[in-house]
């Protein structure tokens, strides 16, 4: 199986390189939503959110988080968000589960747009979703 970022992950593609231990690498998207926006990814070659073991995912998000910070101090960037897509509706383009660390400006919008929400059809919703784990 081809996969565009197991090929960076292994040297094979090379890459604007940002943070790399034994489990993740992290480097500069190529075609960033601001200046300094990266991806960080599990070496391991995992799909998506859904597919990955609890245990990996704990360490990814924890080298998210080192990563963040230090952009923050680096770039030096305002705030940042993560964007994490899982499947072709949700716009995942590469099917190797990636975290975008998207650093923000301040006075820098970058629209996500939201809409007024439906009280009744919200307490329908919640309704129906909650859950225990
Ligand atoms: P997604 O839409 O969440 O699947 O994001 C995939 C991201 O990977 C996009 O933002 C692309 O710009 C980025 N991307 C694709 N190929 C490369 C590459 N070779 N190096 C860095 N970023 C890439
Ligand atoms: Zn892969």
Do not use: W
Not at 65 to 93: M, W, Y
Not at 115 to 130: I, N, P
């Amino acid at each position: 199986m081809s996969c565009i970022f197991c090929s960076i992950a292994a040297g094979e593609i090379p890459s604007f390189k940002v943070y790399e231990d034994e489990l993740v690498l992290a480097y500069l998207d190529i075609n960033p939503f601001t200046r300094g926006h990266t991806l960080a990814i599990p070496k391991q070659h995992v799909a998506g959110l859904l597919d990955a073991d609890d245990a990996l995912l704990g360490e990814v998000i924890k080298r998210v988080k080192r990563v963040a910070a230090h952009l923050k101090a680096a770039l030096p960037c305002d705030g940042f968000n993560i964007l994490q897509n899982n499947g072709e509706a949700a716009g995942q383009t590469v099917r190797h589960l990636h975290f975008h660390i998207i650093p923000r400006y301040a006075g820098e919008p970058l629209e996500f747009k939201s809409h007024k929400g439906d009280m009744d059809e919200l307490k329908k919703l919640a309704d129906k979703l909650a859950f225990q784990s």
